[in-house]
Every structure is written in C-alpha cells, then in structure tokens.
C-alpha cells in the first residue's frame, strides 16, 4: 500500500506485539534483501489468488527480506508477494497507525475476520496502491481490522490494527486475492485513478505489462 496522499471473540494476548524494535527489524530484512520491481494493474499476478504458503524456510525467509527491500525501495507502508510477481499469500507492513505508533511485521495466509455491525465504523479516507502508482481515491474500510495467519516459522498470529494501519490490513490482505483497492470503486472512479495513474511518472521500477 502506498503511503497516504467470521466474527471472532477476541482476546487481548492473542495479538502479536508489532511494535517494539521496528527501526531494527524493518532495518534486519531490508539489508539481507533485494529491491525488486513492483507489478503494476492490469499484470496478470494482481489478479488472481494467491497460492498458500506450505513450506516455512529459508526460501520463504528471503522472500520476506526482499519484500521489506522492495518496500522500502517504493516508499510504501504494506507489500504482498503478488506486488513483486511472487504467487504466494504473504504481505509484510510498516505503517504507522492513526496514534503515530509503528507497525512492522509479516503475515502469511492472511484471513480478516468478519466484523459484527458495532464494530464496523467507516473510514472514508484517501488510499492509493504502488501497484496503482501515483493515484489516489477515497474509499470506505472498516477503520479496525483483525487479520489472521502465519508468521515466517509458521506458528498462528493475530493482528490489530485501527485506522489507517487498519485501512493497511485490509489492502495487503485483498491483494492476495487478486483485489486491487480500484476494484472497490465505481466505474467511474476507477477510470479517474487510471487517469492519474497514466498522467504520472512512478518514483520507482515497475514491471511493463508487455
């Protein structure tokens, strides 16, 4: 995600703790990884599920350091494995919440869960996409988020996120279902971004859609 421009019952220690160390952590991957280029709409990984990821190794481990790299490299606060060619569910984040606290982290096979109807306020805030480079839109989310999944051992993981880090989640996770944040638009919403999108000159390597 790029910088701004079924019910569960919860319980608080399930949540990883996100956000100590983050300067040290994001700094750890980005230095073993490789910038890689980002896939931009209309490429054929952005639109289609992702495959789950089954094995837990050093592979997948360099995925991740690269994904920080690439991150990083854009300026984005979220990436999923589609946004550099890679078919597996798995996003890694850095984003700030709306209290000015720093998320870092990684999950793979991400699920949201469902949000009964008192906890579904609508945040109505601008979101743009480094797959989508250079436009933004308003759009409706949810302003909390649970998702659930994976860490890079593969041990289960709960993350919470509210406001804009919840507004992160929710982007990252619909990636790796072959969603871009343009498809919740209307039409002619989706045609304004794709205009903003061509007036513009993207900041940071893309993969021509040949």
Wanted: glycine share 10%; proline share 4%.
């Amino acid at each position: 995600m790029a910088q701004r421009q079924g019910t569960q019952t919860e319980d608080l220690g399930e949540f990883i703790v996100d956000t100590m160390d983050c300067e040290a952590r994001e700094t750890a991957h980005r230095e073993r990884g490789t910038a890689r280029p980002i896939t931009v709409v209309g490429h054929p990984a952005l639109h289609r599920e992702c495959a789950d990821v089954t094995e837990f190794d050093a592979g997948l481990a360099q995925l991740i350091d690269d994904m920080f790299a690439s991150q990083r490299m854009a300026e984005g606060v979220g990436l999923a494995a589609n946004q550099i060619g890679v078919d597996l569910k798995v996003f890694v984040y850095d984003c700030m919440d709306d209290d000015g606290v720093r998320h870092v982290g990684v999950v793979c096979n991400p699920v949201l869960d469902e949000l009964d109807a008192a906890r579904r306020v609508l945040d109505d805030g601008g979101e743009g996409c480094l797959s989508v480079p250079g436009a933004y839109a308003p759009l409706a989310r949810p302003d909390y988020a649970v998702v659930r999944g994976q860490d890079a051992e593969g041990r289960p993981i709960a993350v919470r996120g509210t406001g804009y880090f919840a507004r992160c989640l929710q982007h990252e996770t619909d990636h790796l279902y072959g969603y871009l944040y343009i498809d919740r638009l209307s039409k002619r919403e989706r045609k304004g971004v794709l205009r903003q999108m061509e007036e513009s000159t993207p900041r940071y390597e893309t993969v021509p859609n040949d």
